[in-house]
C-alpha cells in the first residue's frame, strides 16, 4: 500500500513556519476503526523501508516531529500478583527473585514524581501489581496519590488491574489523566500467556473507563513465541477500537529468569520497526511508546524506531521499569539520545496540539481508503 495526501487540502494551506511540516494543516475529527485484517495485513507487509518512509509521513502530520513524551514507571505496590502472565516478574507463580513491597506512602510517591518530572517527564505511571482493583484502604491511599501527583503539573497514569465502572468514576474524580491496560497480543494467543485473566475481562474493563473522562493507554508485547499473524491480529484488535487507545505502548519482551519466557528469541529490529510503522499507520492521532525492552536497542534501532513514528519513551532514575528485573535507560542518557536526534521531550504542560490533514492508503489495486 501507498500513503498519500491530499494535495488540494494542502494546497488550501499556509504555513507560518516554512521549516514546520504540519504548522497551518487542517484538523480532521476521527480515525478510521473499520480495518480489515487483510487490510492491516497488507500494510504490515509492506517492504520494510516503505512502510517506514509511509509512517514517518503520516507521523509528520498529525505530530510534531521534534516532540517525544516522556513517561517514568513507579512500581507503587510491588510483587505478589496472583496473575500468571508468563513475562512478569511480580507473579507469584514465577521465580524471579522479586520481593513484594507494600503500598507505598503518598509521601514517598509524591517525591519520586517530583524528581520525575524535575528530570523532563511529562508523565508519571504508578502500578500496582494486582488482579483487580478492592474498595478497601489501599485504593482510597491510591486515590490520594492520584490527586497529589496530578498537582504537580504532570500527567498521571494509573496501572492496577480490573475496575469496575464504579472505580473507574472514582479515578477520574481524582484527576487521573490515563489507565493503561494492555491486550498483551492477539486474542487467539492471549491463553498461550495468561490463563487467570481472560481476554473478554481486559475488554471489560477498557469499556468501563470508556463512561469516563480518563484516557485509554493500551497496547502489547511483542517476543512472546506469537506468529506474524498474532502480531497482525494484535494491531488489528487495537486499531479497530473505536476511539483508538490515546497511547498505543508496544513492549519488546524483556527476558526475565525464572520467568516461562525467559529463554525466548530475541526480536529483530526490523521486526519490532514493522509493528510500530504499522501502528502509527493505523492509528495515526494515538501516541506510540516505545516501552519495555528499549535497552536492548542500540542508538540506531531506536532512531529507526523514532523514524517509523516512536514519540514516547520510558525513562528511569535508577535503570529499572517496574522493578530491578525489567532494565530502562535513565533520564540523562535519554536526554542525550533526543538531543542527538534533534528530538525534545514534551513539557508537563501547556503544549498546543498539533494541526491534523487527511491522510489516505492507496491499495495495489488503486483503490483509496481513509484513515
Not at 213 to 231: F, K, P, Q, W
Request: proline share 6%; net charge negative; aromatic share 4%.
Amino acid at each position: 500500500m501507498t500513503v498519500f495526501v491530499d494535495s488540494d487540502r494542502l494546497s488550501e494551506t499556509r504555513c507560518c513556519d516554512r521549516s514546520c511540516p504540519t504548522e497551518g494543516l487542517p484538523m480532521t475529527t476521527h480515525s478510521r476503526s473499520d480495518w480489515t485484517i487483510a487490510q492491516v495485513e497488507e500494510i504490515f507487509n509492506t517492504p520494510l523501508l516503505d512502510l517506514i518512509a509511509q509512517a514517518q509521513q503520516i507521523h509528520r502530520l498529525y505530530h510534531d516531529p521534534h516532540i517525544v513524551r516522556v513517561n517514568q514507571l513507579i512500581s507503587i505496590k510491588t510483587g505478589g500478583c496472583p496473575e500468571d502472565c508468563a513475562y512478569c516478574s511480580q507473579s507469584v507463580h514465577n521465580d524471579s527473585g522479586v520481593r513484594p513491597k507494600p503500598l507505598m506512602s503518598t509521601a514517598e510517591v509524591v517525591a519520586i514524581a517530583t524528581r520525575a518530572r524535575d528530570n523532563g517527564a511529562s508523565r508519571v505511571c504508578l502500578g500496582a501489581a494486582w488482579r483487580e482493583v478492592r474498595d478497601n484502604r489501599q485504593f482510597e491511599r491510591v486515590l490520594d496519590i492520584v490527586a497529589e501527583v496530578t498537582a504537580l503539573g504532570v500527567e498521571v497514569c494509573c496501572t492496577l488491574g480490573m475496575l469496575t465502572a464504579e472505580q473507574a468514576n472514582r479515578l477520574d474524580q481524582a484527576g487521573l489523566y490515563a489507565y493503561n491496560h494492555n491486550i498483551d497480543t492477539s486474542p487467539e494467543y492471549y491463553e498461550t500467556i495468561i490463563t487467570t485473566r481472560t481476554y473478554q475481562e481486559r475488554i471489560d474493563t477498557i469499556e468501563h473507563l470508556r463512561g469516563t473522562n480518563i484516557t485509554l493507554c493500551c497496547g502489547g508485547i511483542i517476543g512472546m513465541g506469537e506468529s506474524m499473524a498474532d502480531r497482525i491480529a494484535f494491531l488489528h484488535a487495537l486499531a479497530t477500537m473505536e476511539p483508538h487507545p490515546d497511547s498505543v505502548p508496544i513492549n519488546v519482551l524483556s527476558k526475565v529468569e525464572g520467568t516461562p519466557l525467559g529463554d525466548q528469541p530475541d526480536v529483530p529490529i526490523d521486526e519490532t520497526v514493522r509493528v510500530i510503522a504499522t501502528a502509527r499507520i493505523l492509528m495515526p492521532h494515538s501516541v506510540v511508546r516505545l516501552a519495555a525492552g528499549r535497552h536492548l536497542l542500540s542508538f540506531s534501532d531506536q532512531a529507526l524506531c523514532f523514524m517509523a513514528g516512536v514519540n514516547s519513551i520510558f525513562s528511569s532514575e535508577n535503570n529499572f521499569m517496574l522493578t530491578e528485573a525489567v532494565p530502562c535507560t535513565d533520564h540523562r542518557s535519554d536526554r542525550h539520545l533526543l538531543e542527538t536526534l534533534g528530538l525534545r521531550a514534551k513539557v508537563p504542560a501547556g503544549a498546543t496540539p498539533p494541526s491534523k490533514v487527511p491522510v489516505s492508503i492507496r491499495t495495489s489495486d488503486g483503490a483509496t481508503l481513509p484513515v
